[in-house]
């Protein structure tokens, strides 16, 4: 599944007592419903993704920087 690593992860640091998480991801796939599915579930401050995969401009972005 889609970033279930970076999932796992977080949510470890999470119930470790990590207040802040932010997560940084080179070649960021976003058109996917598992993309979406795990952007709900994902317990970041923030998510950074590098632009080096062509995007067409209507990918939704509301909860992206």
Do not use: M, W
């Not at 080179?26 to 401050?45: I, M, R, T, Y």
């Not at 590098?50 to 920087?65: F, I, R, S, Y």
């Amino acid at each position: 599944r889609t970033g279930q690593k970076l999932l796992s992860r977080a949510k470890d640091l999470k119930s470790r007592g990590a207040r802040q998480v932010y997560a940084f991801v080179a070649h960021g796939l976003c058109q996917s419903p598992e993309f979406d599915k795990l952007l709900d579930e994902l317990p970041v401050n923030e998510l950074i993704l590098t632009n080096t995969v062509h995007h067409p401009t209507e990918v939704p972005t509301a909860d992206l920087e």
